[in-house]
């Protein structure tokens, strides 16, 4: 089940990939801003722009996060996590920047929504996954 549930998150985040980027990109230290007006809600507003310098470091995060949900080799959920590998991360994020992808990811994760974006055991599997990726950024 847990298989099929990494898959499923996986799959939901390769289908829109940019946008999930620019989304999860207003978590760095240059996002978020809005030059229109202020919301109350700062992190719900709708017309928040991404971290421009950010954004391609965070969509190669999110790609190394993709091809970890979607590997099908392991056959238990140990295998799996023990053939995580955090180089797979941090080699594909700039020492630079891996405050800032840390942030983006961060965001994202903690804006992951059930049933909105995907059903709760998926949702499970990305936010761990995220939480695997900024463990590796930031150690």
Not at 38 to 51: K, V
Not at 88 to 94: G, I, K, L, N, Q
Request: charged residues 25%.
């Amino acid at each position: 089940m847990s298989r099929a549930c990494r898959h499923m998150a996986g799959w939901k985040l390769s289908s829109n990939g940019p946008a999930v980027a620019k989304f999860a990109a207003r978590g760095g230290s240059d996002g978020a801003r809005n030059p229109r007006k202020g919301f109350g809600a700062q992190l719900a507003d709708p017309y928040a722009e991404p971290d421009r310098k950010a954004l391609p470091h965070v969509d190669a995060a999110l790609r190394v996060v993709c091809a970890a949900l979607t590997e099908g080799e392991s056959e238990t959920d140990a295998v799996h996590v023990g053939g995580l590998r955090s180089d797979d991360v941090r080699s594909a994020v700039p020492s630079e920047m891996r405050r800032d992808v840390a942030a983006s990811l961060a965001y994202l994760r903690d804006r992951v929504g059930v049933p909105r974006d995907m059903p709760l055991a998926a949702a499970r599997q990305l936010r761990a996954h995220l939480s695997w990726a900024i463990d590796a950024l930031m150690n």
